[in-house]
């Protein structure tokens, strides 16, 4: 439980670092660039801190996917980035991909548990 509450947490820091990317105007606005390189070295640290014994394509994927769809959202709520079909698509697709992903890695785990 430890592992997925560190997750969500290096997520959340991922996705707050680049709200202040966008904030930080190209690294012109030199608070927003400060608090973006901090929110994005927390996020890496942790993450790193994750990959000891778990396997890194997993968590890879559903840290990029998870943090491109938040950061997607937050896009379109916020900054008035745009809406398609595609986009939504793209979307839900990568939101199966990390929870596919999550379940087989489990699945599996119980299959090897059970024998």
Known sequence: ?????????SILLEVIGVIFLKQSNGFTVLI???????F?????????????GREVG??????AG???????IFGILFFEESVSTLK????GLI?????????KNKIEKTKIKGI
Request: hydrophobic content about 60%; glycine content about 6%; some cysteine.
């Open 66 to 72: 998870t943090g491109t769809v938040l950061v997607t």
């Open 40 to 52: 994005y070295c927390s996020s890496i640290a942790i993450y790193i801190l994750l990959t000891a």
């Open 32 to 38: 927003p660039t400060l608090l973006a390189i901090s």
């Open 1 to 9: 439980m430890a592992y997925y509450i560190l997750l969500i947490i």
């Open 95 to 103: 939101i199966y991909g990390a929870v596919s992903i999550n379940l």
């Open 88 to 91: 939504i698509i793209g979307i």
């Open 58 to 63: 997993i968590i890879n994927a559903v840290f």
